[in-house]
């Protein structure tokens, strides 16, 4: 699973999920995402996102697109529960 966050045209940051093909969350200023990578616990996450937010990596024009929709659905879809390894447990 990969996801990239790349600013909107309104300025605020929206984050890709290549599993999902969507965007996952949108809207979000950096603190906002920092938050939420900050709750899963790996300080990694919020390295990476701090990279990404600084490339200022723009949403393509399909993106917008997506966005748009997301909005007007009310909600952004989540990443599905992920299989840990051989055990079959999902990770939430």
Do not use: C
């Amino acid at each position: 699973m990969a996801w990239r966050i790349e600013k909107q045209a309104n300025g605020r940051f929206a984050i890709f999920s290549t599993r999902l093909g969507d965007y996952v969350l949108i809207d979000v200023d950096a603190e906002e995402i920092e938050r939420v990578y900050a709750e899963k616990g790996a300080k990694v996450y919020i390295a990476s996102a701090r990279a990404q937010i600084a490339k200022e990596r723009e949403v393509p024009a399909h993106g917008e697109e997506l966005i748009e929709a997301s909005r007007k659905r009310g909600t952004t879809p989540k990443e599905p529960a992920e299989p840990i390894g051989a055990t079959g447990f999902l990770l939430e």
